[in-house]
T-cell receptor
Framework: QKEVEQNSGPLSVPEGAIASLNCTYS??????FFWYRQYSGKSPELIMF????GDKEDGRFTAQLNKASQYVSLLIRDSQPSDSATYLC????????????FGKGITLSVRP | DAGVIQSPRHEVTEMGQEVTLRCKPI?????LFWYRQTMMRGLELLIY????????DSGMPEDRFSAKMPNASFSTLKIQPSEPRDSAVYFC???????????????FGQGTRLTVV
């Protein structure tokens, strides 16, 4: 089982819709959870992080974390064509040698 | 700060040649990561350093790969000899240690696109 898994996609939604991106992780001791966005040909950039169970909202973005189910998601409300990118879920584990592990990413396309 | 700086941006080399990728992390950051990104495998962690010390190199694919961090402001990733399957985008990233493990944003360089022919 891969440490961080994301549906391979691609995901296509119409402009104005809600895009829902999902991620599961295998290490129950994982402590910090991140969503990065990567435009084609560019480097990843952080858009959200979440540490505690529940929801965290930032503008049109909401991150949801459920540690019992080992599940983290990202909701994008009122999707815009500029949101079209690859979204990478990343997780850090606990311990002295914690490391930042990424999922393969899911490509989102927002249709005008 | 100019962010994480990687060089070169593009590298085309022949199979069997040595390739050296370079990275300058953000000043004051404690962690430095080397990742490799391909369509098939996504973003894979190769090795990371904490305060210039290699912590985990389990992602390094084989002995042809080596990485060093001689000081806090410079790291190299070397492939010798290079092979066509090494073709990928290699990213360097750095982050700050707040004493709570890896819980802060990782800043990425622009990447080096390596093509081995």
């Amino acid at each position: 089982q891969k440490e961080v898994e994301q549906n391979s996609g691609p995901l296509s939604v119409p402009e104005g819709a809600i895009a829902s991106l999902n991620c599961t992780y295998s290490d129950r001791g994982s402590q910090s959870f991140f969503w990065y966005r990567q435009y084609s040909g560019k480097s990843p950039e952080l858009i959200m992080f979440i540490y505690s169970n529940g929801d965290k909202e930032d503008g049109r973005f909401t991150a949801q974390l459920n540690k019992a189910s080992q599940y983290v998601s990202l909701l994008i409300r009122d999707s815009q064509p500029s949101d079209s990118a690859t979204y990478l879920c990343a997780v850090t584990n606990t311990g002295a040698n914690s490391k930042l592990t990424f999922g393969k990413g899911i490509t989102l396309s927002v249709r005008p | 700060d100019a962010g994480v700086i990687q060089s070169p941006r593009h590298e085309v080399t022949e199979m069997g040649q040595e390739v050296t990728l370079r990275c300058k992390p953000i000043s004051g950051h404690d962690y430095l990561f080397w990742y490799r990104q391909t369509m098939m495998r996504g973003l894979e962690l190769l090795i990371y350093f904490n305060n210039n010390v290699p912590i985990d190199d389990s992602g390094m694919p084989e002995d042809r790969f080596s990485a060093k961090m001689p000081n806090a402001s410079f790291s190299t990733l070397k492939i010798q000899p290079s092979e066509p399957r090494d073709s990928a985008v290699y990213f360097c990233a750095s982050t700050l240690d707040r004493g709570l493990g890896l819980d802060t944003e990782a800043f990425f360089g622009q990447g080096t696109r390596l093509t081995v022919v």
